[in-house]
């Protein structure tokens, strides 16, 4: 509630100096609302007033003030269904609607793939702080990919085959096994903190120690050889 919108000094416990939420902060502008259907129904009901009243009220504030924001929101939850259910509002969900574009998943836009990896690659280029290129065996194989997990899933492949390699291609092997043919489940995906590539690298290399409990299973999920794994870690 107070991330978006807003609190005074002493609202509650930690408020040490006042906070402007996201409404204040998008004020004569657009605010993105991402997985709106998460809000809880009590926080959905005070989004739902903002919107008809155009007015805020910050949390452990006396008073309100106008809002002049376009209010743009995005959900991969079946929204009618959790209307149905009783887990959205419905007056909300028809406050929301007003233009409502469906996005269908990656694996039914494959022709926006080469351009998805070329954008990631330079992103993460950026932040690792050296080239970031795919094989073409590895392209062919992501294109062959369902990616359930869509962009993200997408993205978390590419950070994790740059983490990887120490040279500016990524190997096929060095992309997550699911990335490199057309196989079921859910997305595979882990959380990388942002740092330098060293650290990027062995934080993902400790992630998959602490998941399989070997240096052995670890280096046969990465795709790479136990003693470059072993070299890896005693860097």
Avoid at 45 to 57: G, I, P, Q
Avoid at 107 to 130: M, N
Wanted: hydrophobic letters at 40%.
């Amino acid at each position: 509630e107070s991330e978006l919108f807003g609190h005074v000094r002493g609202a509650f416990t930690g408020a040490h100096r006042d906070h402007a939420g996201a409404f204040a902060r998008a004020g004569g502008g657009t605010l993105f609302l991402d997985e709106v259907a998460e809000l809880p129904l009590p926080l959905q009901a005070k989004l739902l007033r903002v919107l008809e009243t155009r007015r805020v009220s910050p949390v452990g504030a006396e008073r309100e003030f106008e809002v002049d924001v376009r209010v743009v929101s995005a959900t991969h939850r079946p929204l009618e269904r959790w209307v149905r259910d009783g887990q959205f509002r419905e007056d909300l969900f028809h406050r929301l609607s007003v233009l409502t574009i469906n996005i269908p998943p990656l694996r039914a836009r494959k022709g926006d793939l080469a351009l998805l990896i070329q954008t990631f690659s330079r992103s993460i280029s950026d932040e690792l702080g050296r080239v970031v290129q795919l094989e073409r065996e590895a392209l062919d194989a992501a294109e062959l990919f369902p990616w359930p997990g869509n962009i993200r899933e997408l993205r978390n492949a590419l950070l994790r085959a740059a983490a990887l390699t120490d040279g500016p291609i990524c190997k096929r092997a060095l992309l997550p096994r699911r990335a490199t043919g057309p196989v079921n489940g859910d997305a595979n995906t882990i959380t990388i903190p942002r740092g330098t590539f060293t650290e990027m690298k062995r934080a993902l290399i400790r992630h998959y120690l602490a998941e399989h409990g070997s240096i052995r299973k670890a280096a046969r999920v990465l795709g790479v050889p136990r003693s470059t794994l072993g070299a890896w870690l005693k860097r």
